[in-house]
């Protein structure tokens, strides 16, 4: 059974080039989460939906940041323009319904550099 | 707001020798908690959960964990690690009554256990 897929795994940018990370949740899943991981700041939750809709984005760091999910098997995050201080983990996480009993399953993550 | 802090951010600890990881959180209502363990390279995978009943939860690979609630507390014990027991240990915690699977972490704290 596949779980959270995550592409790509690797991004090596340069500074004020768009940036696309994408997530294939577990299908069924109905929950989406984008983190965020950073040595200085751990890990932070940026944005989440709940049946393709997004719940709560008070996490997303800026406007440069934005996140989509058009369908239930797919979700982006966004990054335009670039910095080198976005250079970071980004993991994505999907759950079965929304309560908080859940547990979180997570994509193994895209580790993206900025230059 | 919620919070989670986990004290200590770096353990060097020998092969049998017992663990224990604290983790504190802050909010006055009901809190459903979790430990995260992320293996180098890997994701995050689900240690163990507590939801309610036994305060003394066990989960895989002969970790445990028990909920104090006077203290705010849900710390992280085994009684005798392995090498393979290295790896960052995260902390969360999300809110019943919120009744999302909105999770808020800890900084997390790297174990590193020498053969």
């Known amino acids: 059974d596949a779980g959270v897929i995550q592409s790509p795994r690797h991004e090596v940018t340069e500074m004020g080039q768009e940036v696309t990370l994408r997530c294939k949740p577990i299908?069924?899943?109905?929950?989406l989460f984008w983190y965020r991981q950073t040595m200085m700041r751990g890990l932070e939750l940026l944005i989440y939906?709940?049946?393709?809709?997004?719940?709560?984005d008070s996490g997303m760091p800026e406007d440069r940041f934005s996140a989509k999910m058009p369908n239930a098997s797919f979700s982006t995050l966004k990054i335009q323009p670039s910095e080198p201080r976005d250079s970071a983990v980004y993991f994505c996480?999907?759950?079965?319904?929304?309560?908080?009993?859940?547990?979180?399953?997570f994509g193994p993550g895209t580790r993206l550099t900025v230059l | 707001a919620q919070s989670v802090s986990q004290h200590n951010h770096h353990v060097i600890l020998s092969e049998a020798a017992s663990l224990e990881l604290g983790c504190n959180y802050s909010?006055?209502?009901?809190?459903?908690l979790f430990w995260y363990v992320q293996y180098p390279g890997q994701h995050l995978q689900l240690l163990l959960k507590?939801?309610?009943?036994?305060?003394l939860v066990k989960g895989i690979k002969g970790f445990e964990a028990e909920f104090i609630k006077s203290k705010f507390s849900f710390n992280l014990r085994k009684p005798s690690v392995q090498w393979s027991d290295t790896a960052e240990y995260f902390c969360?915690?999300?809110?019943?009554?919120?009744?999302?699977?909105?999770?808020?972490f800890g900084q997390g704290t790297t174990l590193q256990v020498k053969p």
């Open positions: 969360a915690v999300n809110s019943f009554s919120s009744n999302t699977g909105k999770l808020i």
């Open positions: 909010y006055g209502g009901t809190v459903n």
């Open positions: 507590y939801f309610s009943g036994d305060p």
């Open positions: 996480a999907s759950t079965l319904g929304s309560s908080s009993y859940n547990e979180q399953f």
């Open positions: 299908s069924g899943h109905n929950s």
């Open positions: 939906f709940n049946n393709n809709v997004p719940i709560d």
